[in-house]
């Protein structure tokens, strides 16, 4: 069974400080990891994307990959109350489906 | 733009009933996935599809199915609607080879 865990939160974190969302996943041979976030009432929109050991930034989110461990982060600098909503990590397996884990509920405080 | 497209976005039906849900992508992604989502059970998979005339079964398949009969297209049919699928029905395309997936907007779908 292929498990993707995340802490459901939900996490409150103020205004302009960092948000980090955690995730760790079973299936030591996944190679492609995502981070979506969901507003209230809408669909899971792409944030991130992450391949290879390391940190990739994007504006203010970087991702974190440590394979050896099997988790995987996702860090917003200055967080801004627009932030606020459900981050999902996804993990692929099996080459093409993906593993979602139920969400983490970030709430940025003004 | 691409895009993926469901409909319709909310639906009431009876219980017994056949739904069908639709999605059209216009990625030109051979992957398409159908998934649920309900509190405290996060997005679970319940049917996809890898090209034209190949459909899989999910984790939680049973009372659904699904049909490809060309790329843009995945419709998902409840053959015949209980309470316990009313949920949020997400449909989602890739491009395969551990590339993400791109959600349309959801259908709100309440079985009384």
């Known amino acids: 069974q292929k498990e993707v865990e995340q802490n459901s939160g939900p996490l409150s974190v103020p205004e302009g400080a960092i948000a980090s969302l955690n995730c760790t996943y079973s299936d030591r041979v996944s190679q492609s990891f995502f981070w979506y976030r969901q507003y209230s009432g809408k669909s899971p929109e792409l944030i991130m994307s992450?391949?290879?050991?390391g940190d990739k930034e994007d504006g203010r989110f970087t991702a974190q990959l440590n394979k050896a461990s099997q988790y995987v982060s996702l860090l917003i600098r200055d967080s801004q109350p627009s932030d606020s909503a459900t981050y999902l990590c996804?993990?692929?397996?099996?080459?093409?489906?993906?593993?979602f884990g139920q969400g983490t509920r970030l709430t940025i405080n003004p | 733009d691409a895009e993926i497209t469901q409909s319709p976005r909310h639906k009431i039906t009876e219980t017994g009933r056949q739904v069908t849900l639709a999605c059209h992508q216009t990625w030109n992604h051979n992957n398409m996935f159908w998934y649920r989502q309900d509190l405290g059970h996060g997005l679970r998979l319940i049917h996809y599809s890898y090209g034209v005339q190949d459909t899989n079964k999910g984790e939680v398949s049973d009372g659904y199915s699904v049909s490809r009969s060309n790329t843009e297209d995945l419709p998902l049919t409840l053959e015949s609607a209980a309470s316990s699928q009313t949920s949020v029905y997400f449909c989602?395309?890739?491009?395969?080879?551990?590339?993400?997936?791109?959600f349309g907007d959801g259908t709100r779908l309440s079985i009384l």
């Open positions: 996804a993990v692929n397996w099996a080459a093409q489906k993906l593993v």
């Open positions: 989602a395309s890739s491009d395969g080879g551990g590339q993400p997936q791109h």
């Open positions: 992450i391949y290879s050991n």
